[in-house]
């Protein structure tokens, strides 16, 4: 038999962390996945984790566990697929280290991921915008703070992990003024910052002076924001920009709505794709084409491209009120 504990502990710091060098976030995402998933197995065969064989892991217990997951603890496909990401990775390295579970292990492999269903993404008009931002006091050092960020984010389409990782040495502010993120995958990136968000990043600097090193926002105990403040702090200013601006109620707004809010900003201001994917830190250009999708506006202009002759440019209008009231429905 082989225990699962020295075989886990040789595939983070043998596999993960020393040769494929990969980055913290992905070390915690794994740790959670088989923390979730020791647990699980506990409860369902009533074995101590530490004494857990790779052999108790078969198909049907890591089946149990992906619907448990979905199931209980109410995760989404996306997650639940990660979730099985890792365990696979942890089932290809014991399958070098002991062929002798190749049955188990190869069972556990030909799981398949769930398809997901893509849905377009949702994105800011520049009405909604301006409402945004004009939502914070700027009488306040959180409002002033707060407007900050959200032009940073809108202006840059940094992750929220980038954001909250931004020191004051990260941006530029001279002749060519840009902000410096280490992103996801361990690729480093310039974004060149327009003047709007760089006098409200300069007015920020120059109200809280500190080190290079000092992050670039904090919070009241001068702490870095966390991602959970980031979606705070959103979510505070969408409900007081929704007063101003009513068609905010009707999009989910997430801290990675502001991220496709700059990519569309780029793409209907007919800016290159490969061009948007460097900015975005894509790694491929086809997670950048998902933007095409979402912009109707592009959509339409491309059909008055292929109108046939003698017919007039845009869409259908019924001529008739009760026509239009037909097509409503």
Same mark, same amino acid.
């Given at each position: 038999?082989?225990?699962? &504990? ?7 710091? $043998? +596999?993960? #962390? ?43 217990? #890591? ?8 199931? *209980? ?29 190749? &049955?188990?292990?190869? +069972?556990?492999?030909?799981?398949? %991921?769930?398809?997901?269903?893509? &849905? ?13 931002? $004009? @939502? ?11 407007? &900050?960020?959200?032009?940073?984010? /809108? ?45 409200? /990043? ?24 966390? +991602? ?9 200013? #969408?409900?007081? @920009? ?10 989910? #707004? ?14 209907? @201001? ?6 948007? @994917?460097?900015?975005?830190?894509? *790694? $491929? ?6 933007? !095409? ?10 059909? $008055?491209?292929?109108? %046939? ?11 008739? %009120? !009760? ?7």
């Amino acid at each position: 038999m082989t225990r699962l &504990a020295p075989l886990l502990e040789e595939f983070f710091t $043998d +596999r993960l #962390i020393n040769q494929r060098h990969v980055s913290p976030n992905t070390i915690a995402a794994y740790r959670d996945t088989f923390r979730l998933l020791v647990v699980f197995t506990h409860d369902t065969l009533g074995t101590q984790p530490c004494d857990l064989d790779l052999a108790d892991l078969d198909a049907t217990v #890591i089946g149990g566990f992906l619907t448990h997951l979905e199931t *209980e603890r109410g995760v989404g496909i996306r997650t639940r697929n990660a979730r099985l990401t890792a365990i696979r990775s942890l089932f290809q390295f014991a399958s070098y280290r002991h062929p002798e579970h190749g &049955a188990t292990i190869s +069972r556990v492999l030909s799981i398949p %991921p769930k398809r997901t269903e893509r &849905a377009i993404v949702t994105f800011l008009t520049k009405d909604e915008i301006q409402a945004l931002l $004009d @939502a914070p006091d700027p009488s306040t050092r959180l409002g002033r703070r707060d407007r &900050a960020v959200l032009a940073l984010d /809108i202006q840059t389409g940094l992750r929220v992990s980038e954001l909250v990782g931004l020191t004051r040495g990260d941006i530029e502010l001279g002749t060519g003024a840009h902000v410096r993120c280490h992103g996801k995958g361990r690729k480093d990136r310039i974004t060149p910052l327009n003047e709007p968000t760089r006098q409200l /990043i300069g007015h920020w600097l120059d109200e809280h002076p500190g080190t290079p090193s000092d992050p670039l926002f904090t919070g009241p105990a001068g702490k870095a924001l966390t +991602r959970d403040a980031i979606r705070r702090v959103l979510d505070r200013h #969408i409900t007081t @920009a929704t007063t101003n601006c009513p068609s905010l109620a009707a999009k989910n #707004i997430t801290p990675h709505t502001l991220r496709h809010t700059c990519a569309m900003g780029l793409l209907q @201001a007919g800016v290159d794709l490969a061009v948007i @994917a460097l900015w975005l830190g894509h *790694e $491929d250009i086809r997670t950048t084409q998902i933007y !095409l999708h979402a912009d109707l506006r592009l959509k339409e202009q491309a059909l $008055d491209r292929t109108t %046939p002759p003698n017919t007039p440019d845009g869409r259908y209008q019924p001529p008739d %009120p !009760l026509l239009a009231f037909l097509e409503s429905l």
